[in-house]
T-cell receptor, first 113, second 114 residues
Framework: GQQLNQSPQSMFIQEGEDVSMNCTSSSIFNTWLWYKQDPGEGPVLLIALYKAGELTSNGRLTAQFGITRKDSFLNISASIPSDVGIYFC?????????????FGQGTTLQVKP | DVKVTQSSRYLVKRTGEKVFLECVQDMDHENMFWYRQDPGLGLRLIYFSYDVKMKEKGDIPEGYSVSREKKERFSLILESASTNQTSMYLCASMGAGGPEWEQYFGPGTRLTVT
């Protein structure tokens, strides 16, 4: 099945630094979701985006739905050690009532105190 | 808050065994999903169900089957476990869909087949 292109694959940063990651596709998406997965746990929803150009924040996290509807990015400001984990983007294509999502490969974030 | 629970966090089975993974959600959601997660491959959809007794194949259904006899419960079945089915299995649920399409995940079951 199709996957989204998520980058970077991994990041190792110093505490306090800002982080940026993105997802791109050759197809148009109607919904973008960003999840975080802590080690050994299931993904937890961070931000949901439903309109092209939409910019949404959740604490230190900000995500945007690209204007072309083919990409989305997630920024984390002033990173802290508990930001460590795997971040996934997920997109929903097309119309209809199907809730099927396509996931990116994930960005593994490590934060050095 | 949505709660999705999975019957086991860790499971070790032998090749050829029949394996049942159970998922239960408490939000009266119509849609439920089973994914497997492998390093570098992200989450891949195995099967999903949009109603009781209804199921549809995802991207990698081979070697798996599912059962949804009650709205809150969605089971993943490995008829004859093989070593290449060693993976993290994640269950998710979602409401009826539109305008919101948010899936909520359980904690995962790490299955090892020896």
């Amino acid at each position: 099945g199709q996957q989204l292109n998520q980058s970077p694959q991994s990041m190792f940063i110093q505490e306090g630094e800002d982080v940026s990651m993105n997802c791109t596709s050759s197809s148009i998406f109607n919904t973008w979701l960003w999840y975080k997965q802590d080690p050994g746990e299931g993904p937890v929803l961070l931000i949901a985006l439903y309109k092209a150009g939409e910019l949404t924040s959740n604490g230190r996290l900000t995500a945007q739905f690209g204007i072309t509807r083919k990409d989305s990015f997630l920024n984390i400001s002033a990173s802290i050690p508990s930001d460590v984990g795997i971040y996934f983007c997920a997109g929903r294509k097309g119309s209809g009532n199907t809730g099927k999502l396509i996931f990116g490969q994930g960005t593994t974030l490590q934060v050095k105190p | 808050d949505v709660k999705v629970t999975q019957s086991s966090r860790y499971l070790v089975k032998r090749t050829g065994e029949k394996v049942f993974l159970e998922c239960v959600q408490d939000m009266d959601h119509e849609n439920m999903f089973w994914y497997r997660q492998d390093p570098g491959l992200g989450l891949r959809l195995i099967y999903f169900s949009y109603d009781v007794k209804m199921k549809e194949k995802g991207d990698i259904p081979e070697g798996y089957s599912v059962s949804r006899e009650k709205k809150e419960r969605f089971s993943l079945i490995l008829e004859s476990a093989s070593t290449n089915q060693t993976s993290m299995y994640l269950c998710a649920s979602m409401g009826a869909g539109g305008p919101e399409w948010e899936q909520y995940f359980g904690p995962g079951t790490r299955l090892t087949v020896t």
